[in-house]
């Protein structure tokens, strides 16, 4: 069914006479379709498809709200605002070979872009850290072009570029708001954090008082893992999963990349980030990246083991920053 449905648009992305040969789907999406598209004459592209039916996370009130920056990117035009904004930067991106919002090819939303076979920076690092070096020079320059782009109002990049403005009053306040429920919901699904929840609550709630307000934003990818960035041919970084880009505290970011890199962050690290935000944002991610995985297993996401694996691991962390 999704080679039929993709067949027309594949001919009208790569053109020349090619025919589709095969679709493959690609591993790691959990909230839109990421197939490989193959055809007669071995050329590939990737399609992105937002369909309901590729959308392992359940439904939740607000997941339309773009107001809120951190609701879900099962949005064309938000991949397609991110797109524009990153490529402006000079931050490399999958070209784009065709869109189609209008049904013109099937009846999800649907973006082809090219296709960069080979390791993406996780893989790249665990097999060749010295290859992945001048990766991770060239990723840190891009990360400084998205520091350098400022903007008066935070939110999603098609809410702030298309002049519109988001829930809240600072970027602390919905980050706050977003723990509280991360907790309350992880509390319901595991007792260790229930039996440690007044003891977190109260650290966020002292943490978030120490922030100091702030005026300006810079562009954040908001996800930036090493699994989020392919490597092209000429040992470029190639950002992709760019949905959820907005305009936030930098520090959002780099708590990020210091989570999922661990030791291999020190080439990214910047001077200058507050260090009070950090401190806070470190606790909230590690709620979020307990909540957030717990949630998707009541679904039928495939990658059951690793998904609890990371609920775990996270889980511990937070609990460690609350041990007296």
């Not at 709630?205 to 300006?216: H, N, S």
């Amino acid at each position: 069914m999704t080679r039929e449905r993709l067949a027309g648009a594949a001919r009208a992305a790569l053109g020349g006479g090619r025919r589709l040969e095969a679709v493959e789907p690609v591993a790691g999406g959990s909230k839109k379709g990421v197939y490989r598209l193959v055809m007669d004459d071995a050329t590939t592209a990737i399609a992105y498809l937002w369909d309901d039916a590729e959308n392992y996370w359940p439904t939740a009130e607000g997941d339309d709200d773009l107001t809120d920056p951190f609701s879900p990117g099962l949005r064309l035009d938000l991949f397609e605002a991110a797109h524009a904004r990153l490529n402006a930067l000079g931050v490399h991106v999958p070209a784009m070979r065709l869109v189609d919002r209008d049904g013109t090819h099937c009846s999800a939303d649907l973006a082809i872009v090219e296709d960069l076979p080979g390791d993406n920076l996780e893989e790249l690092l665990a097999r060749d850290p010295g290859s992945a070096a001048p990766v991770m020079a060239r990723l840190g320059e891009a990360l400084e072009a998205m520091r350098g782009h400022r903007a008066p109002a935070y939110g999603k990049a098609a809410v702030v570029d298309g002049g519109g403005s988001s829930q809240g009053t600072s970027c602390e306040g919905v980050v706050l708001d977003r723990a509280l429920r991360d907790l309350a919901e992880a509390a319901s699904r595991d007792p260790r954090i229930a039996g440690a929840r007044d003891r977190l609550e109260e650290r966020l709630l002292d943490l978030a008082a120490a922030v100091r307000p702030r005026a300006e934003y810079a562009v954040v990818h908001g996800e930036l893992g090493p699994d989020h960035v392919l490597v092209d041919a000429d040992g470029n970084p190639v950002v992709i999963d760019i949905e959820g880009l907005m305009y936030f505290d930098v520090e959002w970011e780099h708590v990020f990349l210091r989570i999922r890199l661990h030791d291999a962050y020190r080439p990214l690290a910047v001077a200058g980030l507050d260090e009070d935000r950090l401190a806070f944002y470190v606790l909230a991610q590690r709620l979020s990246l307990t909540a957030g995985p717990l949630r998707l297993l009541d679904g039928d996401f495939p990658g059951r083991a690793f998904m609890a694996g990371v609920a775990e691991h996270n889980l511990n962390r937070a609990l460690a920053l609350v041990r007296p």
